[in-house]
């Protein structure tokens, strides 16, 4: 059976303003009845199925959430959330971890976790993984905010650059191997993966269900995400748009061989590269990805 990895954007909505975002924000999410219509996708498309509840803000939509997850259980083996924590309450998170969702909070090191109750989530820091994203116009917060994380015993660590939206000067790309290799050898029992630009390919195919009800093809969520971006330019948008788009969820002549037959890794491994040359960022994150692949 294959592996299948689907990042289901419930809503484009969000309750925070990070400064690094350049995403639109508009109030359009699934609807029960197009939810409704993707588990029966799910039914008919037997898979190694795992879902992602990604970008914007998920649990805006927690009942939805919960209508999907309770529907599609039988016909998926993982689901995951991203979340920026704001409406993480102990209901909720209690709720997730029941239901077997792994739990990926979003935390960066711009306020230093000015609006994270740390103390609250760390009674779940089993369940919970830290998506910790670097700007590069705060690097000189990132030490403090990975102490914090430590402090509070959080185990599992994802350490993301800020791609695309942001500059990385000569002087941060210095700073990011500083805190590289300070975070490597201060790090002994916890589980830390490095987010690089360029993370190879996995062998799971990876779609986007977006709210347009399209289904996109994908790695690592870089085209998609970036498209989102309003600084990437339009000509690239809709090349990638072109390249990316599938099948609609709402066309009865839709199943998974054929999202799979159109899966090009070729042609999504060109976009890859094209965006960051587009933007004249190749080398800076050509030498991000080298510095936090050192060891
Ligand atoms: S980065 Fe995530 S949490 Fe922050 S504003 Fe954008 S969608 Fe919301």
């Not at 917060?141 to 939206?165: G, L, Y």
Request: hydrophobic share 40%; aromatic share 18%.
């Amino acid at each position: 059976m294959h592996n299948i990895y689907i990042e289901l954007i419930i809503t484009n909505w969000c309750n925070k303003r990070c400064q690094y975002c350049d995403l639109d924000f508009s109030h359009k999410s699934f609807s029960y009845s197009n939810l409704d219509k993707f588990i029966e996708f799910l039914k008919n498309n037997k898979a190694n199925y795992t879902i992602n509840f990604f970008g914007w803000e998920p649990l805006l939509e927690f009942d939805k959430l919960k209508y999907f997850l309770e529907n599609s259980k039988s016909y998926v083996n993982k689901y995951s959330i991203w979340t920026n924590w704001i409406l993480l309450n102990k209901t909720k998170i209690l709720y997730l971890i029941k239901n077997k969702v792994s739990i990926y909070l979003s935390v960066d090191n711009v306020k230093k976790w000015a609006d994270i109750d740390l103390s609250f989530l760390s009674h779940y820091k089993n369940d919970i993984k830290i998506n910790f994203i670097n700007d590069p116009d705060y690097l000189d917060n990132s030490i403090q905010v990975f102490e914090d994380i430590k402090m509070h015993w959080f185990k599992n660590i994802s350490f993301m650059p800020v791609f695309s939206t942001k500059k990385w000067s000569t002087s941060s790309l210095y700073k990011l191997w500083n805190i590289y290799k300070y975070i490597k050898s201060n790090s002994d029992d916890m589980n830390i993966i490095f987010f690089k630009y360029f993370n190879w390919v996995s062998i799971d195919k990876q779609f986007i269900l977006d709210t347009d009800l399209y289904f996109y093809s994908d790695l690592d969520s870089l085209l998609w995400l970036q498209k989102q971006y309003k600084n990437i330019n339009l000509a690239l948008k809709e090349e990638i748009n072109k390249k990316t788009t599938l099948f609609s969820l709402l066309d009865k002549e839709i199943d998974l061989e054929k999202l799979l037959k159109l899966y090009n890794i070729e042609d999504l491994l060109k976009l890859i590269f094209l965006i960051p040359k587009s933007q004249g960022v190749l080398s800076e994150n050509s030498i991000i990805d080298n510095i936090l692949n050192w060891w």
